[in-house]
């Protein structure tokens, strides 16, 4: 998927967290869908929010949702 033009990360960043913040409990390619975003650019900005502590992970079974 080509990158989304004048998407800064800090671009993609801010999709995510408004995202989590509409919608609190979401799986990454729920947010990867509705952000109209690539699964694997999707899971990297995931993982620099959850290092910065901006949003938080929970495991239930084999599934990752993310959460503000």
Not at 37 to 57: A, F, P, R
């Amino acid at each position: 998927m080509p990158k989304k033009k004048g998407f800064t990360p800090e671009k993609y960043k801010e999709e995510i967290l408004i995202l989590l913040s509409k919608y609190p409990f979401m799986s990454t390619s729920e947010i990867c869908d509705k952000a109209n975003m690539g699964y694997e650019t999707g899971l990297k900005y995931i993982q620099e929010l959850l290092k910065s502590g901006e949003i938080k992970l929970r495991k239930i079974g084999n599934r990752q949702f993310w959460f503000t």
